[in-house]
């Protein structure tokens, strides 16, 4: 069963639902994130896809209501997709982030448990907290830019789904 759900500006929620074996959910379940991270990966190596399958908070409120509509399930699997999301951008390797965090407590052990001086952890954070408002920024200005010109598609993709790009599952059942 295929499902899509467009959004007034043009965030669109599609997926195929699936039979997995208990074996598949679990191998599909694991590299779900990993497939998560090549995503992100292939947006830094192609700024253009950001314009197409990225979006800010007004995006996001598009795909919870159309997920919504489409029943418990639907926004229960999205529900996590987000989550799964907003927790691979938190390990981004930027100060205010976790992932920042973790980078600079790896610094200090490489300097022997010494900890920086915390004018160079203020300035640290002062330049990660500014990358962090920039992206913030970007996603709110393309999803203004999607809801006042012209539609363009956004689309997520869930666990289950192949991209267009790559062959068709064979394991559908």
């Given at each position: ?68 509509q ?37 610094v ?20 990660g907290?500014?990358?962090v408002l ?7 200005g ?32």
């Amino acid at each position: 069963m295929e499902s899509k759900v467009q959004g007034k500006i043009g965030a669109q929620w599609g997926h195929k639902k699936v039979r997995l074996g208990p074996i598949e959910s679990v191998v599909e379940a694991t590299l779900y994130p990993v497939k998560m991270v090549e995503g992100l990966f292939g947006m830094a190596k192609n700024p253009n896809r950001i314009k197409t399958e990225g979006g800010g908070p007004i995006s996001i409120f598009m795909l919870i209501s159309a997920t919504v509509q489409e029943g418990l399930t639907e926004a229960l699997t999205f529900a996590g997709l987000l989550s799964m999301s907003l927790g691979i951008f938190n390990l981004l390797p930027i100060p205010p982030l976790d992932g920042g965090q973790m980078s600079i407590a790896f610094v200090e052990i490489l300097r022997g448990g010494r900890r920086l001086k915390f004018a160079v952890q203020t300035w640290v954070h002062s330049i990660g907290l500014v990358l962090v408002l920039v992206m913030v920024l970007g996603f709110v200005g393309l999803d203004f830019s999607r809801l006042l010109g012209p539609k363009k598609q956004i689309t997520v993709h869930s666990a289950s789904e192949k991209k267009p790009s790559e062959p068709p599952a064979e394991r559908a059942r």
